[in-house]
């Protein structure tokens, strides 16, 4: 199982970037897809997840900025951010979690995200 994220780096205060992660060797349709982030001295929580079915939950810190969506012919999901703020600078983890048995919950490596002020 692999999930490759990309499209970390700098941003600015009020700026937008988009954060992809490519799912292998996992039957994408049948997990939920997320991404969590960890701040500086922080521990590592969640940003926003994508059902298969397309419902969305989002953190209240990124409700209205932050879309998070999923393509499920090419196995990837995103996360649109925009009115970027200092505050979301953190390592991004694209996530994949079944909860049908058998569960399983698969990380990626993480992405830098840092928004200049």
């Known amino acids: 199982v692999q999930l490759q994220a990309s499209g970390g780096g700098l941003g600015q205060a009020g700026g937008s970037l988009r954060l992809s992660c490519a799912a292998s060797?996992?039957?994408?349709?049948?997990?939920?897809m997320g991404w969590y982030r960890r701040a500086p001295g922080k521990q590592r929580g969640l940003a926003a997840t994508?059902?298969?079915?397309?419902?969305?939950n989002y953190a209240d810190s990124v409700e209205g900025r932050f879309t998070i969506s999923r393509n499920n012919a090419d196995n990837t999901v995103y996360l649109q951010m925009n009115s970027l703020k200092p505050e979301d600078t953190a390592v991004y983890y694209c996530?994949?979690?079944?909860?049908?048995?058998?569960?399983?919950?698969?990380w990626g490596q993480g992405t830098l995200v840092t928004v200049s002020s």
């Open positions: 994508v059902s298969s079915g397309g419902t969305t």
């Open positions: 996530n994949a979690r079944r909860t049908v048995s058998p569960t399983f919950n698969f």
């Open positions: 060797g996992i039957s994408y349709s049948n997990y939920i």
